[in-house]
């Protein structure tokens, strides 16, 4: 089944490229910049990936995050990722990057986008994969300074297709940032935003209202509210589902009680996404294989939700 899983093709709509970076690169990294790590080694680091909640895993990933200084840094992370996509036949990807995690360290914006730019073009060129670039806000910093990005990056707006939000959920709600999403859909980008992981179903009321969201990154805690799996269902409004994520985030306490393949039959447009592969243990195949494992998912729910993923994509 995993060979099957791996052929088929697919496009994948939630994949932070900052959580794609494998403790190998990153320590790879850190000997290029010079760059201390807390960890003696690349097995002492992945002990570390043991996280209780969303923040645990949020502030391993952005000490991480550290050892990527140069254009050429991300270059090489995006590039590693692309090559993943085309080992597991993603032919298409819309990634997230998190541009403040970088400039808040010094890192120009441009340096950031040249590198992921250069790489989603030679993805394009060398190995066939379409892809769109999603500019994601941090929702622990201010609407202000979220503004301040969007500036930052309005000279390169070709560069991107979407803006986003991520980071931690509980406590920023989507209305912080109503009025940066209402300048970023004037100024012709659609709208994403993580809601209904951790955070409640509110929050995706918000995100569909407020933001005028084109898809709902998570979003599984939609399943508390009939009202809005009626919308989501009538909508067609699709969710970027990331299993490994939610089990290793503890969202679902095993694999066994995840949801993702009920809201699928009750005509739910979800899809498959590996979040941060190099944190939860796979990418997108991973993800397929471990329904089939622990809900024994068929052949013809991997074929719709691959589907749903084609369908869903922004451009
Ligand atoms: N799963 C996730 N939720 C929120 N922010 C993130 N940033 C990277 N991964 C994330
Ligand atoms: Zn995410």
């Given at each position: 089944m995993y060979a099957w899983l791996n052929t088929l093709p697919k496009a994948e709509l939630h994949l932070h490229l900052e959580g794609s970076l494998e403790p190998e690169l990153l320590f790879a990294l850190a000997e290029r910049n010079k760059v201390a790590l807390p960890w003696p080694d690349v097995e002492s680091l992945r002990k570390a990936y043991a996280f209780h909640n969303l923040q645990e895993f949020l502030d391993l990933y952005y000490r991480g995050a550290d050892v990527l200084r140069t254009e050429q840094d991300f270059y090489d992370l995006?590039?590693?990722?692309?090559?993943?996509?085309?080992?597991?036949?993603?032919?298409?990807?819309?990634?997230?990057?998190?541009?403040?995690?970088?400039?808040?360290?010094?890192?120009?914006?441009?340096?950031?986008?040249?590198?992921?730019?250069?790489?989603?073009?030679?993805?394009?060129?060398?190995?066939?994969?379409?892809?769109?670039?999603?500019?994601?806000?941090?929702?622990?910093?201010?609407?202000?300074?979220a503004h301040k990005t969007l500036d930052q990056a309005l000279p390169f707006r070709h560069a991107f297709i979407a803006v986003g939000l991520d980071s931690s959920e509980k406590g920023h709600p989507p209305r912080k940032f109503r009025q940066v999403f209402d300048r970023a859909r004037a100024e012709g980008f659609a709208t994403v935003a993580h809601a209904g992981e951790e955070g409640p179903p509110e929050y995706i009321w918000e995100a569909l209202d407020l933001l005028k969201v084109k898809r709902i990154d998570h979003g599984?805690?939609?399943?508390?509210?009939?009202?809005?799996?009626?919308?989501?269902?009538?909508?067609?409004?699709?969710?970027?589902?990331?299993?490994?994520?939610?089990?290793?985030?503890?969202?679902?306490k095993d694999m066994a009680e995840h949801n993702i393949l009920r809201l699928l039959e009750m005509g739910v447009k979800v899809t498959v996404n590996s979040d941060d592969p190099a944190y939860f243990g796979g990418y997108v195949t991973e993800n397929f294989a471990a329904l089939q494992e622990s809900l024994g998912m068929t052949c013809e729910q991997a074929e719709r939700l691959a589907q749903n993923s084609l369908d869903a994509r922004l451009v």
């Amino acid at each position: 089944m995993y060979a099957w899983l791996n052929t088929l093709p697919k496009a994948e709509l939630h994949l932070h490229l900052e959580g794609s970076l494998e403790p190998e690169l990153l320590f790879a990294l850190a000997e290029r910049n010079k760059v201390a790590l807390p960890w003696p080694d690349v097995e002492s680091l992945r002990k570390a990936y043991a996280f209780h909640n969303l923040q645990e895993f949020l502030d391993l990933y952005y000490r991480g995050a550290d050892v990527l200084r140069t254009e050429q840094d991300f270059y090489d992370l995006t590039w590693a990722y692309l090559q993943k996509c085309k080992e597991q036949n993603v032919v298409h990807t819309e990634p997230f990057f998190d541009p403040q995690t970088h400039t808040d360290r010094g890192i120009p914006f441009e340096t950031v986008l040249s590198g992921i730019g250069q790489a989603l073009e030679d993805g394009r060129r060398q190995l066939g994969i379409s892809s769109g670039l999603i500019l994601s806000f941090l929702r622990h910093l201010s609407e202000e300074e979220a503004h301040k990005t969007l500036d930052q990056a309005l000279p390169f707006r070709h560069a991107f297709i979407a803006v986003g939000l991520d980071s931690s959920e509980k406590g920023h709600p989507p209305r912080k940032f109503r009025q940066v999403f209402d300048r970023a859909r004037a100024e012709g980008f659609a709208t994403v935003a993580h809601a209904g992981e951790e955070g409640p179903p509110e929050y995706i009321w918000e995100a569909l209202d407020l933001l005028k969201v084109k898809r709902i990154d998570h979003g599984v805690r939609a399943a508390e509210d009939p009202r809005l799996l009626e919308r989501l269902i009538d909508e067609q409004i699709p969710l970027t589902v990331c299993p490994l994520s939610n089990v290793k985030l503890r969202v679902f306490k095993d694999m066994a009680e995840h949801n993702i393949l009920r809201l699928l039959e009750m005509g739910v447009k979800v899809t498959v996404n590996s979040d941060d592969p190099a944190y939860f243990g796979g990418y997108v195949t991973e993800n397929f294989a471990a329904l089939q494992e622990s809900l024994g998912m068929t052949c013809e729910q991997a074929e719709r939700l691959a589907q749903n993923s084609l369908d869903a994509r922004l451009v």
